[in-house]
């Protein structure tokens, strides 16, 4: 079983705000992703991170912001939430080695009024 | 480019009977596949990989795949369906040398008692 989590599990706020996402895994993985998906539908990646220090842009672009100073950890922040950033972030983590699987958390749902 | 395609958005099948999602895909090189599976409010599983060897590939939860390397195809399969077995399916392909993937549309699976 994959240990990692997403906090908070959903999030209502007003346009404006400014939030973070947060993300966490124990199981030692260098590399760590954040994915946008809306309900149902497919997943775009929008940030990506090979260890401590390294953050890379995924294939859709994506307003908001990450940071990797630990391992374990991979938050994403949106400087200024818009109601377009509603959606569902999914975070995921693998070991090293092109052929390992990624481990999903649960996701956080953004709302933005 | 590398990419995978999902032919059906939904898969209709009554219990106990076998069960096939489709997907195709387009790499240069050698294909590393995935099948993942989501539940409702809850991040994509890991259920199997294709990466050499036997052209049929055997996951969890009694799932298993078909690579067939002449119709660029690798069908998730299983011979009784469950209606647990209900969900979000996603088929992905690596892409490059990253440990990136690309993941199809998704494959919603209904399984009617």
């Known amino acids: 079983e994959a240990d990692i989590y997403q906090t908070p599990r959903y999030l209502v706020i007003g346009t404006g705000k400014k939030i973070t996402l947060e993300c966490s895994q124990t199981m030692g993985h260098d590399k760590m992703y954040w994915y946008q998906q809306d309900p149902g539908m497919e997943l775009h990646l929008i940030h990506y991170?090979?260890?401590?220090?390294?953050?890379e842009k995924g294939d859709l672009s994506s307003e908001s912001t990450v940071s990797r100073i630990r391992t374990e950890h991979f938050p994403l922040t949106l400087e200024s939430a818009r109601p377009s950033h509603t959606s569902q972030y999914l975070c995921?983590?693998?070991?090293?080695?092109?052929?390992?699987?990624?481990?999903f958390g649960d996701g956080t749902r953004l709302s933005i009024l | 480019a590398q990419s995978v395609a999902q032919p059906e958005d939904q898969v209709n099948v009554a219990e106990g009977n076998p069960l096939t999602v489709k997907c195709t895909y387009s790499?240069?090189?050698?294909?590393?596949l995935f099948w993942y599976v989501q539940y409702p409010n809850r991040g994509l599983q890991f259920l199997l990989k294709y990466i050499t060897g036997d052209n049929l590939v055997k996951g969890s939860y009694g799932f298993e795949a078909e690579f067939n390397k002449s119709q660029t195809s690798f069908h998730l399969k299983k011979p009784s369906a469950l209606v647990s077995d209900s969900a979000l399916y996603f088929c992905a392909v690596r892409d490059g040398g990253y440990n990136k993937l690309i993941f199809g549309a998704g494959t919603r699976l209904a399984v009617h008692p």
């Open positions: 790499v240069s090189g050698n294909p590393y």
């Open positions: 991170s090979y260890g401590v220090n390294s953050t």
């Open positions: 995921a983590s693998s070991e090293q080695g092109s052929n390992q699987p990624q481990h």
